[in-house]
Nanobody, 112 residues
Framework: QVQVVESGGGLVQPGGSLRLSCKVS????????MSWYRQAPGKEREFVAG????????NYADFVKGRFTISRDDAQNTLYLQMNSLKPEDTAVYYC?????WGQGTQVTVSS
């Protein structure tokens, strides 16, 4: 059974950093497209960052460009999202999507 499990969320002060992980079991990351989304209370789920499988092109939502970095470790079957210079408006539940499979999400709260 396919499992996609996010981790790494938590409470951080504005300006701080977190690294989210998304571990996949039952299949390998290759050759799937991978992405991170987020959903804040009362809002729609929105795209944050994506990574293609073949040429490893990345793309980011404008509101995270220069602050967040998406990456993968095929040996660990894990997708990452490094988040720097966090802002209160980054507070949300963060989800990864691997080849159409969603994880359960991990809460990120940015607050002083």
């Amino acid at each position: 059974q396919v499992q996609v499990v996010e981790s790494g969320g938590g409470l951080v002060q504005p300006g701080g950093s977190l690294r989210l992980s998304c571990k996949v079991s039952a299949f390998t990351l290759w050759p799937y497209a991978m992405s991170w989304y987020r959903q804040a209370p009362g809002k729609e789920r929105e795209f944050v960052a994506g990574l293609t499988s073949v040429v490893a092109n990345t793309n980011y939502a404008d509101f995270v460009k220069g602050r967040f970095t998406i990456s993968r470790d095929d040996a660990q079957n894990t997708l990452y999202l490094q988040m720097n210079s966090l802002k209160p408006e980054d507070t949300a539940v963060y989800y990864c999507n691997i080849g159409g499979s969603w994880g359960q999400g991990t809460q990120v709260t940015v607050s002083s």
